[in-house]
């Protein structure tokens, strides 16, 4: 069944130059993997890493003092935001 599950049934092409294919078998070879299999994994990876930079909140420690700051110890509502809430309940009908 996990064989079933992890069968390739998707087709992926890509036109490259001559030099971009000779350096990717290059690399394949030095890794002693075959040219597709170097090719999937290096795009896998560098599709994780695109992805984490993208979707990951990184702040440096004064920011992040900053954020528990204001998670720990919120400010009051100013006029405005009480305006809003209370605009928002009438449209809800609370």
Known sequence: M????????????????????????????????SLTDFLVSSAYEAALRTIDQVER???????SAAFAE???NPRPPTKRLRTAVERYRRLLGD
């Open 2 to 33: 996990a064989e079933q599950a992890s069968r390739k049934t998707a087709r992926l092409e890509a036109r490259i130059s001559g030099e971009q294919k000779a350096l990717f078998e290059r690399a394949a070879a030095l890794q002693g993997k």
């Open 57 to 63: 909140v990184r702040l440096n420690a004064r920011d």
């Open 70 to 72: 204001a998670l720990l």
